[in-house]
């Protein structure tokens, strides 16, 4: 029980974050985008906090032998890079610039007044679950 109220925890606090950040709001992100346009670089601050934060974190946390709540961590293994990867990251990148969306800011924005947002989270999840059915491995 307590797994899953740390899970609620932070993920309300993450959604929240995203909210104040701005990340929440399409146009941002596509001003972010718009480096040739309209550009609007604050979003490389929520980035930058977001790598600093993460960097001193995971120094700290991988000192433990194992984390609170898990019997071990889970860290990825994979150190190369193959089509695949950069295929997903070209079409994970051309949906981000085209609706301003991405998979965190999306989910916190689901309760939002913003229908698109509630054409483009169904949308997400059936692309995961295509993604299962195409690559079973992963299951």
Not at 59 to 84: G, H, M, Q, T
């Amino acid at each position: 029980m307590l797994k899953l109220f740390v899970c609620l925890l932070s993920g309300a606090l993450f959604g929240v974050g995203l909210a104040l950040a701005g990340m929440t709001n399409p146009i941002k992100v596509q001003d972010f985008l718009d480096i040739s346009g309209h550009w609007d670089p604050s979003l490389a601050f929520v980035m930058g906090g977001a790598v600093a934060v993460t960097v001193l974190a995971f120094a700290w946390i991988l000192k433990r032998n194992k984390p609170w709540l898990a019997e071990r961590f889970y860290l990825p293994s994979a150190v190369k890079l193959d089509r695949k990867l950069v295929a997903g990251a070209a079409i994970f990148g051309v949906g981000w610039g085209l609706t301003g969306y991405c998979p965190g800011p999306a989910i916190a924005s689901v309760l939002s007044a913003n229908s698109e947002v509630w054409l483009f989270v169904p949308a997400m999840l059936m692309g995961g679950w295509l993604e299962r059915v195409i690559n079973p491995r992963h299951k």
